[in-house]
């Protein structure tokens, strides 16, 4: 009788090779006093951290913005700005990386605008103590975690080095 599952066999997907917010969030964790944040559901996030946690065995400073269905159909741009304002206070991180997911992407949302509207809006606007916030667009439908990684690269990049 032949068998019907051979663990020897088994074919796996590895997920790091096909997240492009995780290749983002490597480049904003190999930072020092920096912080990624993950646009998106809390699931997004937590694969990831969990991934990593058990990956490097300690733990990974990965946040995310925690949007819900609701939040993903009326709009994120609240979560967003709740989660960068708590961050900003409590953690004090000198780069925030906020890596898009496939959730906010798919709604049409532009984040790139909100993120804009936030940083013009800020009330106490000090230049030496506001962190560098880098948006990325990182969507985990598309391409692997590679495609992620040189996306935060570039937007690093572009953001650091002067024209």
């Not at 948006?135 to 495609?147: K, Q, R």
């Amino acid at each position: 009788m032949a068998k019907i599952f051979n663990p020897e066999r088994r074919g796996a997907i590895d997920p790091l090779k096909y997240s492009q917010p995780l290749g983002g969030a490597l480049v904003f964790l190999g930072l020092a006093d920096s912080l990624p944040i993950m646009h998106g559901s809390q699931g997004c996030a937590s694969f990831a951290k969990a991934l990593l946690t058990r990956h490097f065995n300690e733990p990974i400073p990965l946040q995310t913005t925690a949007i819900s269905e609701v939040t993903a159909v009326l709009g994120s741009g609240e979560a967003m700005v709740a989660t960068l304002d708590a961050i900003r206070k409590k953690q004090r991180p000198a780069i925030i990386g906020l890596l898009t997911t496939g959730v906010t992407e798919v709604s049409g949302e532009d984040v790139g605008g909100q993120l804009r509207t936030y940083l013009a809006t800020w009330a106490d606007a000090d230049e030496d103590a506001a962190p560098l916030i880098i948006g990325v667009s990182t969507p985990d439908f598309l391409g692997g975690l590679s495609d992620g990684w040189s996306a935060a690269l570039e937007a690093l990049i572009r953001a650091v080095v002067p024209a």
